[in-house]
């Protein structure tokens, strides 16, 4: 029987962070330092996580390796939700996670289809989908990140009994197309951020989020709010800063990053990626985005 406490659809609103996984020198997933953010996070108020989406590494991650972190994520009994992403690019794979997912409280899954087969038909898509429907024990969000991966047209979604999508695609009225047909949408994006707030989505999956959750809570709040003096400057400055974490690979950035912030030693990302440079500062950016380190994390940083 699947645990109580899983939220239900009405229940996935506001600010989720598409958490990150950091890995040891040895190429395994740091568990402690893992749980250690996951638990800094819901210490910040963020209604909720996203283990193993585009910057949590998800495809770079084998199946056990999810599975026991998410047994271990759930033992901890966090203060906010937890929303696994399914990115296995097989069928069987991701069956078997959504499996491994709805046998606890996980308050839905972020589905992506099958990156490699382009172009992919509507009928393909339904025929991965619909499976996926059915073995799931809780919300299906299915991920649009058509940059990456198979673009999702909004007829399968407004067909399907699914929750809605995780919108990174962010193409001119996509999401008003599924919110008008009754479906949901989380922004995947702090890119123009204001607009897509406000033009009714239920929150958003932010990468940002690792680093500087209290401000991302803010601009979610003042979205709310509908306090526009506030909130288009502020998303103005966080499209900035998602700015300076590209220019190298993001996950390693936002590692630097979030290690700054509290001090748990984030570790590496895992090949293909590759690290920032050992010059790379992360206070700038800190400072940039209005928040203050952990100043024993730069103590450390400077002594190695």
């Known amino acids: ?13 506001g600010v989720y962070v598409a958490n990150l996984t950091p890995f040891a020198a040895s190429g395994e997933i740091d568990l402690a ?16 996580i996203v283990p193993f989406g585009t910057n949590g590494e998800g495809p770079s991650v084998a199946l056990p390796e999810k599975r026991r972190v998410l047994e271990a994520l759930f033992a901890r009994r966090l203060t906010c939700q937890v929303l696994p992403a399914v990115m296995q690019g097989n069928l069987p794979d991701t069956l078997e996670l ?7 409280p996980a308050a839905a899954v ?63 009225g996509y ?25 009714g989505a239920q929150g958003l999956i932010s990468a940002l989020a690792n680093v500087i959750p209290e401000r991302i809570l803010e601009i979610y709040s003042l979205a709310q709010r509908g306090n526009e003096e506030q909130g288009r400057p502020l998303a103005a400055l966080l499209q900035e800063v998602r700015a300076k ?30 690290a920032a440079p050992d010059a790379y500062d992360p206070e700038a950016i800190l400072h940039l985005a ?8 730069k103590d450390r940083r400077l002594e190695a």
């Open 245 to 274: 974490t590209k220019e190298y690979a993001a996950p390693a950035v936002l590692k630097l990053l979030a290690q700054a912030r509290h001090g748990v030693p984030m570790g590496l990302v895992r090949p293909p990626l590759t």
């Open 110 to 172: 972020v589905v992506l289809p099958p990156y490699y087969f382009k172009p992919l038909s509507a009928d393909g898509l339904r025929r991965f989908i619909e499976p996926v429907l059915e073995t799931a024990r809780m919300p299906v969000i299915l991920y649009h990140i058509p940059k990456y991966a198979v673009p999702i047209p909004v007829q399968v979604i407004i067909d399907l009994p699914v929750w809605g999508v995780k919108d990174s695609g962010g193409e001119p």
């Open 175 to 199: 999401a008003e197309t599924l919110l008008a047909a009754g479906k949901r949408v989380l922004v995947g994006t702090e890119d123009h951020l204001w607009g897509r707030l406000t033009g």
């Open 33 to 48: 330092a893992y749980i250690a953010h996951a638990e800094w996070l819901a210490a910040r108020g963020v209604h909720g």
């Open 290 to 297: 209005g928040v203050a380190g952990d100043r024993s994390a």
């Open 1 to 13: 029987m699947r645990p109580k406490g899983a939220g239900m659809p009405s229940d996935i609103r």
């Open 98 to 104: 959504v499996r491994a997912a709805s046998e606890l």
